[in-house]
């Protein structure tokens, strides 16, 4: 079993900055994806950016330009750095990440944070 525990969530003003982070643990083999994902109350959840093990990243076209997305493999942690926030990026940042498990990686795993709730006021 693989948890995600993700964190650096808040309260900030349009046009500031926040760090989300991410950690895996548990029996990891490898890690394939890792991304965000953010959620509003009666909306799906949404992509924001993914990052696979190659380093290839994926945005959604809302936070390009103004989101990072970066990972650590030796840590098991990926990180979303957001700038020039605005009011329409408030809502509940999940972490994902899915690889495989065990010690010879024979079992997959897809699992989920939290959640972090990022505001933004104007």
């Known amino acids: 079993q693989v948890q995600l525990v993700d964190a650096g969530g808040g309260l900030v003003q349009a046009g500031g900055s926040l760090r989300l982070s991410c950690a895996a643990s548990?029996?990891?083999?490898?890690?394939?994806?890792m991304g965000w994902y953010r959620q509003t109350l009666g909306k799906q959840r949404e992509l924001v950016a993914t990052i696979n093990s190659g380093g290839t990243t994926n945005y959604a076209d809302s936070v390009k330009g103004r989101f990072t997305i970066a990972r650590d493999n030796a840590k098991n942690a990926v990180y979303l750095q957001m700038t020039s926030l605005k009011p329409e990026d408030t809502a509940v940042y999940y972490c994902?990440?899915?690889?495989?498990?065990?010690?010879?990686?024979?079992?997959?795993?897809?699992?989920w944070g939290q959640g972090t709730q990022v505001t933004v006021s104007s």
């Open positions: 994902h990440a899915q690889g495989y498990t065990g010690r010879y990686g024979l079992a997959d795993f897809d699992s």
């Open positions: 548990g029996s990891i083999f490898s890690i394939n994806a």
